[in-house]
């Protein structure tokens, strides 16, 4: 006599449907979560590169009547003031061939940055880590020489990771909330099978007149009247 096919082992069904949606919109969450990520830092840096680009500006022209009457003793007491800040590198001042005149001896975290040739301004990133300003130093559009001034990225950095944190976080509560929200949508969408699977295990035991009322208005509850009929 055949005794039918024996099963080792079930799988719920509602971690079958459950768990592939939450799969997909965990990727989806986490896909803009990256970009989102990304979005943020462009502006980080972009605000950051606008303030340095700034402030280097404007100390360039409070120190370029000194350039142009060639005090370098005052040139040199400047830019050991401004290389004293806790985000500042070194401080270089070069002639229009970019020959370095002065440079900044000061501040203990002065760093001795590669030489640049070309007649870059504005600002740049460097693959050291910092970040490099160039400002034009002259009188009116004639450009005599330029100051550079090396910045640390660490205060980007620190930005950074900071709201990395928050939106790592804020992604794993959204995560675990769409998690809960699934299981229980798909739990109370195939309750009715299991009340089904009641009936059947009632009927077995010796009640045939067990039914299964169920009034869900879909095809769970064209299955129960068909298995009732």
């Not at 830019?79 to 501040?107: H, P, Q, Y």
């Not at 693959?127 to 559009?141: D, E, I, K």
């Not at 010796?206 to 509850?221: C, F, L, M, Q, V």
Request: no cysteine; charged share 25%; proline share 3%.
């Amino acid at each position: 006599m055949s005794t039918g096919h024996r099963r080792g082992y079930t799988i719920s069904l509602r971690y079958k449907l459950a768990l592939p949606v939450w799969i997909f919109v965990f990727v989806i969450l986490l896909l803009l979560t990256h970009t989102t990520l990304r979005l943020i830092r462009s502006f980080v840096v972009d605000a950051f590169e606008a303030r340095i680009l700034s402030e280097v500006e404007t100390f360039a022209e409070s120190i370029n009547p000194d350039f142009l009457l060639k005090d370098f003793t005052a040139l040199q007491s400047h830019i050991n003031w401004f290389a004293a800040r806790r985000d500042v590198r070194g401080v270089r001042i070069e002639d229009r061939e970019g020959m370095v005149i002065l440079k900044s001896t000061s501040s203990s975290t002065t760093v001795e940055p590669p030489p640049f040739t070309e007649r870059l301004l504005g600002v740049r990133s460097l693959p050291s880590g910092l970040y490099m300003v160039a400002v034009s130093l002259g009188l009116g559009t004639e450009e005599l020489g330029r100051i550079r001034i090396f910045y640390s990225s660490e205060s980007v950095d620190i930005t950074v990771r900071s709201i990395y944190r928050e939106r790592i976080f804020s992604s794993f509560l959204a995560g675990l909330a769409i998690a809960v929200i699934t299981a229980a949508w798909t739990w109370i969408t195939i309750r009715p099978l299991f009340k089904l699977r009641s009936t059947v295990q009632q009927i077995l035991k010796g009640h045939p007149e067990a039914r299964a009322k169920i009034h869900t208005a879909d095809e769970i509850e064209d299955l129960a009247e068909a298995f009732n009929e």
